[in-house]
């Protein structure tokens, strides 16, 4: 087992800098996992602020089997979903068959009459993602926004690779069903 980080050590010896640092560094991560799988914005915050709590209180316990942010986003994780379960809000796990994935990429020199058309489809895009289940919202914001590895979601989330693989292709399946059901595909 390897040493603990210093940072670590300055936290649990006292040092109030040196855990407003550790938030200020997670603090990204952390926000994109509460706001992707709680869609109440009145829980958001004080549910980022336990988090971090939580996160002090078991700071002892972290035996760098990982990396320091992947073990944060699992605490983060492992909260939404108490917090989830305690309010009571429905896990769907299959929701729909395996499909094609969405294409979301935009070039760098894009004329403004398309550009202003992808900030309309991005508008979309990010509306149909807050209204996928909790845990397949968790999985694509990890991969597509904080660019973490299969390996790295599956040990926040505590699921396997497979399943981690199999989760983003059914949320990429299910948000290109609900776009073109929504949408022409010239609107798309």
Not at 8 to 21: H, P, Q, T, V, Y
Not at 57 to 77: I, K
Not at 137 to 159: C, F, N, P, W
């Amino acid at each position: 087992m390897a040493e603990r980080p210093e940072q670590i050590e300055r936290i649990l010896s006292g040092d109030n800098k040196a855990f407003e640092e550790f938030v200020r560094q997670h603090q990204r991560l952390v926000s994109h996992i509460v706001f992707r799988m709680v869609p109440n914005d009145e829980d958001r915050k004080d549910l980022c602020q336990d988090i971090f709590l939580k996160a002090h209180q078991s700071l002892a316990g972290f035996r760098n089997e990982s990396r320091l942010s992947t073990w944060v986003g699992r605490v983060a994780y492992n909260r939404c979903l108490n917090h989830l379960e305690k309010k009571r809000v429905p896990l769907f796990e299959d929701l729909c068959p395996e499909g094609e994935t969405v294409d979301s990429v935009i070039g760098q020199s894009t004329p403004p009459d398309e550009y202003a058309e992808h900030q309309d489809l991005a508008v979309r895009l990010r509306h149909e993602i807050n209204n996928l289940p909790p845990q397949y919202r968790a999985v694509v914001s990890l991969y597509h926004l904080d660019d973490m590895t299969y390996k790295e979601i599956g040990e926040i989330t505590q699921l396997p690779e497979g399943t981690v693989k199999s989760y983003l292709f059914r949320a990429r399946k299910l948000l290109k069903e609900r776009l073109t059901a929504k949408y022409r595909a010239e609107e798309l």
